[in-house]
């Protein structure tokens, strides 16, 4: 049973700044990509950032020059550091990963986590 679990949301002020931690448990063999995603109220989800296993990154261009997503492959682990937040920013924040489990070493498949609220607002 593989298992994503975020952390790090919560009310921030325009301007302000806010980590997200998304740690990967349980039987797992391998994670390939990982990335963050939003959804805020009335919108579709959309993807915020991404990275390879061996750290290349991709951005929205939203959040370019703003948010760095970065990752320890020891811990299983993929944050997501959001400076200069707007309040366009705010949003349910939900972690995904390609993850191979030990049962299944030759097969990926994609698991989310349970989502983190981040709002923006003064």
């Known amino acids: 049973q593989v298992q994503l679990v975020e952390s790090g949301g919560g009310l921030v002020q325009p301007g302000g700044s806010l980590r997200l931690s998304c740690a990967a448990s349980?039987?797992?063999?391998?994670?390939?990509?990982m990335a963050w995603y939003r959804r805020a109220p009335g919108k579709e989800r959309e993807l915020v950032a991404a990275i390879t296993r061996g750290g290349n990154t991709n951005y929205a261009d939203s959040v370019k020059g703003r948010f760095t997503i970065s990752r320890d492959n020891a811990k299983n682990t993929v944050y997501l550091q959001m400076n200069s937040l707007k309040p366009e920013d705010t949003a349910v924040y939900y972690c995904?990963?390609?993850?191979?489990?030990?049962?299944?070493?030759?097969?990926?498949?994609?698991?989310w986590g349970q989502g983190t609220q981040v709002t923006v607002s003064s």
């Open positions: 995904n990963a390609d993850i191979a489990a030990r049962e299944r070493p030759r097969y990926a498949a994609g698991y």
């Open positions: 349980g039987s797992i063999f391998i994670i390939n990509n």
